[in-house]
């Protein structure tokens, strides 16, 4: 099951409630997150197998005799709760296609409706299936083929995904979502330039489209075009400033052009984050399986648009399925501190540790609160905790150094501040804090050079050019 990583805890959500954080979701998410939901390994197999006839829809759709029949498949593997839905979801367009008044459309709603629910559940050849009786059912809805392109993106068959991806096409030219994904998977399959041209199509119908400039910079990139690839990816990153996997491929291209200053600037930024892709189609699938995964996705994606009531909710319906997850309970903690429920928070947390002793992020959160309400020897007995089950936790080393320097321990706190730098540098708070035990201290030279060290690592935080202001003069 897919975690966020060790910032993923109650201090981030603190530091966003703090300032204005805005999530960005990689158009790569609903991939990771569906390969995921089912709890065990993904594997290339297809998880289908036919049943016998008399389980087979009841009639044929029209073209019938082209199309392979939609059965149950094999869904033994999954959790208890994905088996159900997808039993339901098969009985309910058994009962469509039994009842002679039901209408083409509706056949094909129904077929692509088990069909979605088979593609978020990894069983591509049956949620094939579905989507090309919906496909012959209704031929002008460019849902269709979208789908079936994206179920063999999974398959691994990119020449059917792109005869998909321009069947859509053909059917709704201007959407950018398709474009993308067709020049996506051209790219994928070695085929730089055609993915250039479709890349440029969608940015020339969609110019303020980060996504369609970050694909243009990367087929540029592997055409070996450096000085287009470098324009392609400037003006991605003019758009969206925040899309830090652009830095990396744009640092390649000024490496190849020879410009080793804006080489390093770039690659110091690299990151992650992909340029959004507004996808209406796609973006629900995460939300359709009935599963833990599920649950904690909604809940994380309800938190970065601080809707805690929503994240609190989906995080309590995941826990109902699996009431031992104790990052779902904590990350359901996050949300009722976030929403002033600290009482609440307190319980969840402490019910972690309670089921989970080793759970280190809880003894954070928990010491966090305490160091808030200035109880300053309990918090750093929390934070001491957390250490000792994850001695690599940069939030539980810096939050130690912070509860020593504020109860008058500043020779304390300096030794946790320069541990917490040697485990990531590009902690500001770090160097902050730690230029702050020195002044208190006195050691007023010592915190010159710190300071100095410092905004070599950090030149725009001004937290550090104030302290440095504060220092008497030499």
Known sequence: MIRCGPRACLLCVLRVLGGGTRVVLSRALCSIVTACVLGVACGSRDLESSLPASQQRPRESPRGDELRPVVLPDVSRLAE???????????????????????????????????????????GGAAEACFLHAQALAPRDRRWPYYLGHVFLFMRDPPKAIAAF?????????DL??????????????????????????????PRSAAAWFGAGRAALARQAYAEAARYFEQALEIEPQA??????????????????????????RGDTWPALPDPLMEPQAALLESVTAYERLGVEALGARDWAAAAAALRKGLELEPADPALR??????????????????????????????AKAQVSLGTILTLRGRYQEAIGRFSASLKSDPSSVEARLSLAEA?????????SL??????????????????????????LRRHQQARDWLAQARRVHPNQPKLAELTALLPPT
């Open 81 to 123: 709760p994905v088996q159900r839905q997808v039993r339901e979801r098969f009985a309910s367009l058994t009962e469509k296609l039994a009842n002679r008044s039901t209408s083409q459309a509706e056949q094909a709603d129904g077929y692509a409706d088990l069909g979605r629910l088979l593609l978020a559940a990894r069983i």
């Open 166 to 174: 321009e069947r859509a096409i053909a059917l709704a030219p201007t």
């Open 177 to 206: 979502a398709t474009l993308v994904w067709l020049a996506e998977t051209h790219l994928n399959d070695g085929r730089p330039t055609e993915a250039e041209a479709l890349f440029l199509k969608a940015e020339a119908l969609h």
């Open 244 to 269: 830090s996997a652009v830095q990396y491929p744009l640092a390649m291209a000024y490496r190849a052009l020879g410009e080793r200053q804006k080489t390093e600037a770039h690659l110091r930024q």
């Open 330 to 359: 904590h990350r359901l903690g996050t949300a009722l501190y976030a929403a002033g429920d600290v009482e609440g928070a307190v319980r969840e947390f402490e019910e972690v540790l309670r089921r989970s002793p080793g759970f």
């Open 404 to 412: 020593l320097r504020l109860s008058g321990r500043p020779e304390a």
């Open 415 to 440: 030794v946790e501040y320069n541990r917490a730098i040697q485990l990531d540098p590009a902690i500001a708070e770090a160097w902050v804090g730690g230029a702050m035990a020195l002044i208190a």
